[in-house]
């Protein structure tokens, strides 16, 4: 399954500053004034013997050892609740995304579901939520002979209490979902028009391919409530607001629901109408993911030389590992709540996914967004994908399969068609450990803390720029980075010598280049993605619109865009 003896190197030394900045204020454990890790090296370890602690204690050696050199060298990156919370005392979640219950259309519901996200929110999981439940502002409430507030009016109580629990956490702690066929979708798209309302929200609107089909077709469009037509409009002109408001303001995003429920592996059990707070990962009520990234810019031999490769066997081996230490990590979190911890166990979802594509890509010599890098991704993420179902199918053999796999219905999915037969034919034989087992997280700061590799599939923002960076009491600093192949090709030819042409950056490509790279990864992932396609701030609207169309057409389950503009920030400037 792994190789536990392989080789283990010394501790890397931070590249950049910002590196150990980060590991000093995110990941170090410190408790009571004492300091306890001395060096990543006994972060590594004290991360691997936390998830190694459920195995059979003749195996924990072996274990720790294998999930110590996944670790080094930031080959293998935990997400952050695992790498600052696993082996500690602290009351936190290692899960890093939650979406809440479905929320009743109640006072009382929406009061617990609320309490319920505060205790999630205090133990560090970042919560989604989707507000379609609740009945539009202006209808009648009979129990209480008053007209309803609406979803907007709840949104803005999550939002303070999110502001008061978990203070430090900035914007995007939360994510708000709402059907395209709410009467109150309007409203929701232009929530954030006010710059000082709902900003630990991001927000999505869910569309149906039965609304793409009505845009296409120029018919109009029903706001449904309770099974009652409340209003009806162009659906064109709904599709122009939610683009317009985009186009000015990044938000809201778009998903694909049909299709996220379409392609969801455990479609069988559940209707997915909500996301984490980024997005990448649509889950149930209740339902939970932890993340892990396999590192692509440390697999590269011979970077910058006609001779250079993925290390593909290598690659295969560190999502076997990391698949172990995912699913053990379920184990090992702890849940805010008992809903929580149960449809963990039952559904045992876990995320494997990359970062430092654009950087790996840069080392081959091919260009972000080309053919090339297409083909690249789609190779190296179908490896991913059925290194991850061996080592599932295998741990199912060892374990058993996950409570609620119904092998008929689970075979039958798209993710396990698309399988090599060899892997398919494990999967049939053992079954699966893991409900799902993909998705491409946002990994800005743990790819900092590995020395500032591309986040992601992101492309590299740009060679060398400034982050703000939040002192510890709060206070705000810049930081000068270096992208870590520009790094590293200075290393070896000196920081005077240009850089290849093939490197680029968001800066240098077209809108068609990310949503190409988010469509060939798509494929082979089981969840979602966390991409943002960054758009010139001199686009024309009419263009921009077509990118959600080619988003569509191309297969992704969502589309983000961002285009500079006065309304939003950025941490990052060149």
């Not at 709904?238 to 408001?245: A, D, E, G, H, V």
């Not at 709540?337 to 654009?358: F, P």
């Not at 060899?422 to 993909?438: F, Q, S």
């Amino acid at each position: 399954m792994y190789d536990a003896n392989q080789e283990q190197t010394s501790t890397p030394f931070f590249s950049q500053p910002i590196a150990e900045r980060i590991w000093n204020a995110k990941y170090r454990y410190n408790t009571a004034g004492e300091v306890l890790d001395n060096s990543v090296q006994d972060t590594w370890e004290r991360v691997a013997r936390g998830l190694a602690s459920i195995e059979a204690p003749s195996d924990q050696p072996a274990t720790r050892a294998a999930f110590v050199n996944a670790m080094q060298n930031f080959k293998v990156l935990p997400g952050g609740r695992i790498l600052s919370g696993c082996g500690t005392n602290r009351n936190v979640t290692l899960s890093n995304t939650f979406v809440m219950r479905t929320i009743p259309d109640s006072v009382d519901g929406i009061m617990d579901t609320l309490k319920d996200a505060a205790l999630t929110m205090q133990m560090g999981g970042g919560i989604g939520f989707d507000f379609s439940t609740i009945r539009p502002t202006g209808t009648h409430v009979r129990g209480l002979d008053c007209l309803a507030a609406g979803p907007l009016a709840a949104m803005d109580i999550f939002d303070v209490t999110c502001k008061m629990i978990v203070k430090g956490m900035g914007r995007g702690a939360m994510m708000a979902t709402m059907r395209c066929d709410h009467p109150d979708i309007e409203a929701f798209i232009v929530a954030k028009s006010d710059r000082s309302r709902l900003r630990n929200f991001n927000l999505s609107v869910m569309v149906t391919d039965a609304f793409m089909d009505a845009v296409a077709e120029d018919t109009t469009w029903n706001l449904v409530w309770d099974g009652t037509v409340m209003r009806r409009l162009r659906a064109r002109d709904l599709w122009n607001n939610i683009m317009k408001q985009t186009y000015a303001a990044a938000e809201p995003g778009v998903l694909f629901i049909d299709r996220i429920n379409a392609q969801n592996p455990l479609r069988y059990l559940e209707t997915i109408s909500a996301t984490n707070s980024c997005a990448e990962q649509p889950l149930p009520p209740y339902g939970t993911c932890p993340l892990a990234s396999v590192n692509l810019a440390q697999l590269v031999l011979s970077p910058f030389t006609p001779d250079a490769r993925l290390d593909v066997a290598q690659l295969r081996n560190l999502v076997r590992v990391a698949v172990r230490m995912l699913d053990n990590t379920l184990d090992v979190s702890r849940y805010a709540l008992d809903a929580q911890w149960e449809q963990a166990q039952n559904q045992r979802r876990i995320g494997v996914g990359v970062t430092g594509v654009a950087d790996a890509i840069a080392m081959l010599g091919a260009r972000y967004g080309s053919s090339k890098s297409v083909f690249l991704l789609g190779s190296w993420m179908q490896t991913i994908q059925n290194a991850a179902y061996q080592a599932s199918a295998l741990l199912a053999k060892e374990r058993g399969v996950f409570p609620s796999y119904n092998a008929d219905a689970h075979l039958a999915g798209p993710s396990i068609q698309n399988l090599d037969p060899d892997v398919r034919e494990l999967v049939r034989k053992h079954g699966l450990r893991n409900g799902t087992l993909t998705t491409i997280a946002p990994t800005g700061t743990t790819s900092m803390f590995a020395g500032n590799v591309s986040s992601g599939i992101e492309p590299i923002f740009s060679t060398s720029f400034s982050r703000v960076v939040t002192n510890p009491g709060g206070s705000k600093s810049s930081e000068r980075v270096m992208d870590y192949a520009a790094w590293q090709f200075s290393q070896m030819h000196g920081a005077d010598t240009p850089l290849p042409d093939n490197f680029v950056t968001a800066a240098d490509l077209s809108p068609q280049d990310h949503v190409a790279m988010q469509a060939a990864a798509q494929k082979w992932v089981d969840s979602g993605i966390s991409k943002t396609v960054n758009c010139p701030e001199n686009i024309a609207f009419d263009e921009f619109k077509t990118i959600y169309h080619e988003a569509y057409d191309a297969g992704c389950k969502g589309c983000t865009t961002y285009r500079p503009n006065n309304v939003t920030g950025s941490v990052l400037s060149v």
